[in-house]
């Protein structure tokens, strides 16, 4: 007998979370707000009761969470390296072995790395909240 643990609510908004950081704080950093408006048209890491339900287990929870938090630390470092390339590639596989659209290539980052100029962004999430 296998005794698995399911998937938790906190785990699922830590997931969420995960999303809406990458949104905010990484994409802009390589994408447009246009392109970053098609993203989610397209429902990159888009999030949803389906997409949860495939997350039976604690541990599918916490591979997904790792994923993306590797995702994120290789595309907020200050420059890529190309060995950086195979541990992206792995965990890009495994959010779309669990459902999470993301169809990303490591050069695409790169050239847009190389080619954006600007971070300003309405996806960026705002310095402060006080409006005078």
Same mark, same amino acid.
């Given at each position: ?5 399911? +998937? ?12 809406? &950081?990458? &949104? ?7 994408? /447009? ?16 009761? /389906?997409?949860?339900? %495939? ?10 969470? /790792? ?9 907020? +470092?200050? /420059?890529?390296?190309?060995? &950086? ?8 596989? #495994?959010?779309?072995?669990? %459902? ?17 100029? +600007?971070?300003?962004?309405? &996806?960026?999430?705002?310095? #402060?909240?006080?409006?005078?």
């Amino acid at each position: 007998m296998k005794i698995v643990f399911a +998937s938790t609510p906190s785990q699922e908004e830590e997931i969420c979370g995960l999303v809406r &950081y990458i &949104y905010s704080n990484v994409f802009p950093l390589y994408f /447009t707000d246009d392109e970053i408006s098609q993203f989610e048209h397209l429902k990159v890491l888009y999030t949803s009761v /389906t997409n949860f339900d %495939g997350l039976n287990t604690l541990k599918d929870a916490f591979q997904v969470m /790792t994923s993306m938090q590797t995702l994120i630390s290789i595309l907020e +470092s200050p /420059t890529l390296y190309q060995h &950086y390339e195979p541990l992206f590639e792995k965990n890009a596989a #495994n959010l779309q072995e669990f %459902g999470l659209f993301f169809p990303f290539e490591f050069e695409q980052f790169v050239e847009a790395k190389n080619m954006k100029s +600007s971070i300003f962004s309405t &996806y960026t999430k705002a310095a #402060n909240d006080l409006l005078i």
